[in-house]
């Protein structure tokens, strides 16, 4: 393997936090009571009376969020249905904002990133070098009940794990199941997609059930993504997008992942959506428990209020180049190249965009 896995997930678990976002944000929006009028001034001889004043309205929540902000965005599947399974993060990705919050950047992690897992003593976890999905696997263990894996912790060790790697402080993130996915874009009514090639599915039969998994691979009928226009479902719109043996492999999923978010934001956005109280419900109760918050004291309504108004033409989508690590010959994870490494570095100090202008393959087009 001479490049990173990129990652199913990416760019969609980050379409869901966003939407999350907006649809909290409107409802704390349309339920936010009017401030109260002036009453009335009455003249008289005596000394006069000061005139009723108005409160100051309370600032909006997350108004002292300033930036630079980083969010960890990871999406599991968790397989519930194998006894002993810990959730692992099949994908890893981080949304920066700078100072100023007009502007992000969203790039991903490879799932077998090797890295250094610090020890993490509520799992008794010793820590060791080894792929970062194993963090949240790690992590998620309950001493004495490996029936119930704890998601909130998984996805603290990840957090640390990836802070420490990317030398950037973690303000918020989220945790996002497959279902909850599919979930979303089947209470949106489904997404409007331009399918740009043929795509086959190697998971899913033409019926949305899972194809049959054999010791040479997936067989049965597949699902065909015909190049077009195509109305796709929730779990349509999951599988094309996680789809990677196609032609252009990698860098082709990506580019579906873009298309696949920028038609969700226009969904939420364009049509109103988040404006329909009756719909926002909606979508909340869809998402029920397959989402996890985690803000670091903070509020999602906070994240939510303070990215409001960076423009959807300013986000950023990064690929960062790798390749596979060996030992004894064996395949043992993935290492960013020096160009991905030298890209974190220029985001640690404010100079993304002049590295990007001078590398501009790392920036993901249509």
């Not at 963090?135 to 704890?150: E, F, I, L, N, T």
């Amino acid at each position: 393997m001479t490049r990173r896995r990129l990652l199913g997930l990416a760019v969609p678990v980050a379409a869901l936090l966003v939407a999350t976002g907006a649809v909290v944000t409107t409802r704390l929006v349309a339920n936010r009571p009017a401030a109260p009028a002036a009453g009335p001034t009455t003249a008289s001889p005596a000394p006069p009376t000061p005139a009723p004043t108005t409160a100051s309205p309370a600032p909006p929540p997350g108004a002292d969020l300033k930036g630079p902000l980083n969010l960890l965005l990871v999406g599991v599947d968790t397989r519930v249905s194998i006894p002993g399974w810990e959730p692992h993060a099949d994908a890893v990705l981080l949304l920066h904002v700078p100072a100023g919050l007009d502007r992000a950047y969203l790039f991903s992690l490879p799932r077998d990133l090797v890295v250094d897992i610090p020890a993490y003593p509520k799992a008794r976890y010793p820590g060791g070098r080894t792929k970062l999905t194993h963090a949240m696997s790690y992590g998620s263990r309950v001493p004495g009940d490996k029936a119930h894996p704890s998601t909130a912790q998984g996805y603290e060790l990840l957090r640390t794990t990836v802070s420490r790697y990317t030398g950037l402080r973690i303000d918020a993130g989220a945790v996002i199941t497959f279902g909850g996915f599919d979930k979303l874009v089947d209470t949106l009514g489904g997404v409007d997609l331009y399918v740009d090639q043929r795509v086959a599915s190697r998971h899913r039969r033409p019926d949305g059930t899972m194809r049959t998994l054999t010791g040479g691979g997936y067989v049965g009928p597949q699902m065909v993504y015909e190049k077009g226009t195509r109305h796709l479902t929730g779990w349509q719109a999951l599988d094309y997008a996680r789809q990677r043996y196609t032609a252009g492999g990698d860098y082709t999923r990506q580019r579906h992942q873009q298309q696949l978010l920028r038609a969700l934001a226009r969904k939420i956005l364009d049509q109103g959506t988040a404006r329909d109280p009756q719909r926002v419900e909606q979508v909340v109760a869809a998402l029920g428990r397959t989402l996890v918050y985690a803000g670091g004291g903070r509020k999602l309504i906070d994240f939510a209020y303070a990215l409001g108004g960076l423009p959807a033409d300013r986000l950023t989508l990064v690929v960062l180049p790798g390749a596979g690590v060996s030992s004894g010959g064996a395949y043992r994870g993935e290492q960013l190249e020096p160009l991905g490494r030298d890209f974190l570095t220029a985001l640690r100090g404010g100079r993304a965009d002049t590295f990007l202008a001078a590398h501009p393959s790392l920036r993901v087009r249509n």
